[in-house]
T-cell receptor, first 112, second 109 residues
Framework: GQQVMQIPQYQHVQEGEDFTTYCNSSTTLSNIQWYKQRPGGHPVFLIQLVKSGEVKKQKRLTFQFGEAKKNSSLHITATQTTDVGTYFC????????????FGQGTELSVKP | NAGVTQTPKFQVLKTGQSMTLQCAQDMNHNSMYWYRQDPGMGLRLIYY???????DKGEVPNGYNVSRLNKREFSLRLESAAPSQTSVYFCASSGRALFFGSGTQLSVL
């Protein structure tokens, strides 16, 4: 069946280092969404990418959608302790209306 | 403006007991969802409702039932809880993106 895979599962960085998480889908996606979940919290929507090759920035966060629309990445420049949490990508299930399928998430910890 | 409200926040059940998780949204969204979150598994869709009166199975529907009572409310019922249903449950509604409730931490002993 359709799968969305994320790597790495965990990433530990020193504050100020960069961080990247990768998302790969088994099928072409019409769009991809990214969510952040703080420890003990609920997922919060960050951004949606729709176009092939699209790049969007939110302050220190850079989101990319691959040319084939099967992969995506989130890059954080100069991490801060406020970036701690789990980052999820999600894409629409093929022929399933509005259902989203989530990647397993990348848990980021930042050492001050 | 509460967004998505879930109750209860915590629950402990014994194997075989039943319970209903309640969810309500005030954003006038048509679509609502129930997800479960387990360590290393991400968020897995249990059931989905595209509109009032319609429901559809997700990835892991076994052992659960749902009711879309009206546009605002979407409840999840465990008829006979099992230890494998120990998890964190999230309700969500969607416009362009998903808006999640604060979650229910359920333990089945």
């Amino acid at each position: 069946g359709q799968q969305v895979m994320q790597i790495p599962q965990y990433q530990h960085v020193q504050e100020g280092e960069d961080f990247t998480t990768y998302c790969n889908s088994s099928t072409t996606l019409s769009n991809i969404q990214w969510y952040k979940q703080r420890p003990g919290g609920h997922p919060v929507f960050l951004i949606q990418l729709v176009k092939s090759g699209e790049v969007k920035k939110q302050k220190r966060l850079t989101f990319q959608f691959g040319e084939a629309k099967k992969n995506s990445s989130l890059h954080i420049t100069a991490t801060q302790t406020t970036d701690v949490g789990t980052y999820f990508c999600a894409g629409p299930m093929r022929n399933q209306g509005g259902k989203l399928i989530f990647g397993q998430g990348t848990e980021l910890s930042v050492k001050p | 403006n509460a967004g998505v409200t879930q109750t209860p926040k915590f629950q402990v059940l014994k194997t075989g007991q039943s319970m209903t998780l309640q969810c309500a949204q005030d954003m006038n969204h048509n679509s609502m969802y129930w997800y479960r979150q387990d360590p290393g598994m991400g968020l897995r869709l249990i059931y989905y409702s595209a509109s009032e009166g319609t429901t559809d199975k997700g990835e892991v529907p076994n052992g659960y039932n749902v009711s879309r009572l009206n546009k605002r409310e979407f409840s999840l019922r465990l008829e006979s809880a099992a230890p494998s249903q120990t998890s964190v449950y999230f309700c969500a509604s969607s416009g362009r993106a998903l808006f999640f409730g604060s979650g229910t931490q359920l333990s089945v002993l």
